[in-house]
């Protein structure tokens, strides 16, 4: 199994370009989520998901959009690229009744200038 | 939303004990666990707990519980350099509406000095 995988492992935007973040897992995983991960602020949840076709909005949703067709993809899409959108960002992904048992992707390092 | 607190750092020196402590708010979280992220890395979970527990033990790692307080920590018995990482509290309170995604800490830096 590869796990959570992440592309790109870096990026570099323009302020107000768009762009999408790509997570994937083989684990057959219900659960999957996106995170922010800034200095002195811990994990920010974005986006989650329960299953395919369903997503809601966790603690910092704005600028942010998600789609579930799979139960294996989970992409991040950033609509209008901001400095504030700098950060690093992780995907994860669960079992439904393991609910605390996150396996985490590598990561993607993103700054908006 | 609910706050997941925990000290930013903690440095010690190796072979010593290292004590990482956390307060959580939901004194109904049934849930809590400690994640480990090491440089450049994504998280990985290290220990849970559930929380009709007290303490929890897995070789050199040691959970303790006190729900009248709301407090966790994480012991590392005989801290080694490789030790050196960010120290994750999690809970995954009752209140999260049923989609039972857990709520982070902030991290506790643990700096291991040879």
């Known amino acids: 199994n590869a796990g959570v995988t992440q592309t790109p492992k870096f990026q570099v935007l323009k302020t107000g370009q768009s762009m999408t973040l790509q997570c994937a897992q083989d684990?057959?995983?219900?659960?999957m989520s996106w995170y922010r991960q800034d200095p002195g602020m811990g994990l920010r949840l974005i986006h989650y998901?329960?299953?395919?076709?369903?997503?809601d909005q966790g603690e910092v949703p704005n600028g942010y959009n998600v789609s579930r067709s799979t139960t294996e993809d989970f992409p991040l899409r950033l609509l209008s690229a901001a400095p504030s959108q700098t950060s690093v960002y992780f995907c994860?992904?669960?079992?439904?009744?393991?609910?605390?048992?996150?396996?985490f992707g590598p990561g993607t390092r993103l700054t908006v200038t | 939303g609910e706050d997941v607190e925990q000290s930013l750092f903690l440095s010690v020196r190796e072979g010593d004990s290292s004590v990482i402590n956390c307060t959580y708010t939901?004194?109904?979280?049934?849930?809590l666990y400690w994640y480990k992220q090491e440089p450049g890395a994504g998280l990985q979970l290290l220990t849970y707990?559930?929380?009709?527990?007290d303490m929890k033990q897995d070789q050199r790692l040691t959970v303790l519980l006190n729900k009248k307080d709301k407090h966790l920590s994480l012991r590392i018995a005989d801290t080694q350099t490789g030790d050196s990482a960010i120290y994750f509290c999690?809970?995954?309170?009752?209140?999260?509406?049923?989609?039972?995604?857990?709520?982070f800490g902030r991290g506790t830096s643990l700096i291991v000095h040879p």
């Open positions: 999690a809970e995954i309170p009752p209140s999260s509406g049923g989609s039972y995604i857990p709520t």
């Open positions: 939901d004194s109904s979280s049934t849930y």
């Open positions: 707990i559930f929380s009709n527990m």
């Open positions: 998901s329960v299953g395919a076709g369903i997503t």
């Open positions: 994860a992904s669960s079992y439904a009744g393991d609910f605390g048992e996150q396996y």
């Open positions: 684990m057959n995983h219900e659960y």
